[in-house]
T-cell receptor, first 113, second 114 residues
């Protein structure tokens, strides 16, 4: 049973470009969470999604950031018009329904030049 | 609002010595508590978790943690540290309403000296 997959593992973008981060949850997991980790900091919650629904986006910046988890395919975290302050590691976690335990992917490290 | 405090930014212990990493949380109800470990450039691995019941929980790699409601603490311990334990350790608390959004502490980096 494969774990949570994230790609790309590393992503370099110039200021103003778009970044798309993908997360494939573990088999049987219908809940996806996205977290951001700035250098030398802990993880900060961004958004919680179930299939085709955003359940809690209280941690998402109000502009430029969006997330989706379609019926088919991976969850996508999209960052439009990236700025240097978006440089961070972005982690995805997944869980089955009604369980507290989240399984984390290896992360995508975004560098904005 | 919930919060998690890890008072020690970094700790250095000798190989074979005992270890205790501190964690304090702020949460109104009985929390779901976790400890994760992160090696450089890697994702997070779950060490152990507490939801209810016995307040002393055992985890992987010889780690254990004790939930103390009166102190709002969930400290992580290991009786004998190995060099491979050097990593960043995160304490976390999860809400249990409408999903399990998790709040992380800032982390404690563990250094192990020979």
């Amino acid at each position: 049973n494969a774990g949570v997959m994230q790609n790309p593992r590393h992503l370099v973008r110039r200021r103003g470009q778009e970044a798309r981060l993908r997360c494939s949850p573990m088999k049987g997991h219908s809940h996806v969470y996205w977290y951001r980790q700035l250098p030398e900091e802990g993880l900060k919650f961004m958004v919680y999604l179930q299939k085709e629904n955003i359940i809690d986006e209280s941690g998402m910046p109000k502009e430029r950031f969006s997330a989706e988890f379609p019926k088919e395919g991976p969850s996508i975290l999209r960052i439009q018009q990236v700025v240097r302050g978006d440089s961070a590691a972005y982690f995805c976690a997944s869980s089955p329904p009604t369980t507290e335990t989240q399984y984390f992917g290896p992360g995508t490290r975004l560098l904005v030049l | 609002a919930q919060s998690v405090t890890q008072p020690d930014i970094h700790i250095t212990v000798s190989e074979g010595a005992s270890l205790e990493l501190r964690c304090n949380y702020s949460y109104g109800a009985t929390p779901y508590l976790f400890w994760y470990v992160q090696s450089p450039g890697q994702g997070l691995q779950l060490l152990l978790k507490y939801f209810s019941g016995d307040t002393l929980v055992q985890g992987i790699k010889g780690f254990e943690a004790e939930f103390k409601r009166s102190q709002s603490s969930f400290n992580l311990r290991k009786p004998s540290v190995h060099w491979s334990d050097a990593a960043e350790y995160f304490c976390a608390v999860a809400e249990g309403t409408g999903g399990f959004k998790t709040i992380f502490g800032a982390g404690t980096r563990l250094f192990v000296k020979a």
